[in-house]
Nanobody, 118 residues
Framework: QVQLVESGGGSAQAGGSLRLSCLAS????????LAWFRQTPGKERERVAS???????IYTDSVKGRFTISRDKAKKSLYLQMNSLKPEDTAMYYC????????????WGQGTQVTVSS
């Protein structure tokens, strides 16, 4: 059974840092692509960063140079290091997974809230 469980969210001051974690059980990370999405009320869900099974990364423009996505296959975990946080980074953050050859993310975590104050 596939299960994604996020942790690490919370509150931070602008300019601060947070590290999100996602425990991905039931997945073979050698064939699954992983990603972090975020969503605020009334807005569409946005893909923040993604990591292919081969290790390639993609970031949305607004987080480039500030956020880093990484994984630890042995720990079956995905991470998002968020530095230089801005109030506009405030959102619910979700971990997601898809098979490498598919386009849609079919597995989702429950989300973890990140709140950045100015």
């Amino acid at each position: 059974q596939v299960q994604l469980v996020e942790s690490g969210g919370g509150s931070a001051q602008a300019g601060g840092s947070l590290r999100l974690s996602c425990l991905a059980s039931g997945l073979n990370l050698d064939v699954y692509a992983l990603a972090w999405f975020r969503q605020t009320p009334g807005k569409e869900r946005e893909r923040v960063a993604s990591l292919t099974s081969s290790g390639s990364t993609i970031y949305t423009d607004s987080v480039k140079g500030r956020f880093t996505i990484s994984r630890d296959k042995a720990k079956k975990s995905l991470y998002l290091q968020m530095n230089s946080l801005k109030p506009e980074d405030t959102a619910m953050y979700y971990c997601a997974a898809r098979r490498g050859w598919e386009s849609n993310y079919m597995y989702w975590g429950q989300g973890t809230q990140v709140t950045v104050s100015s």
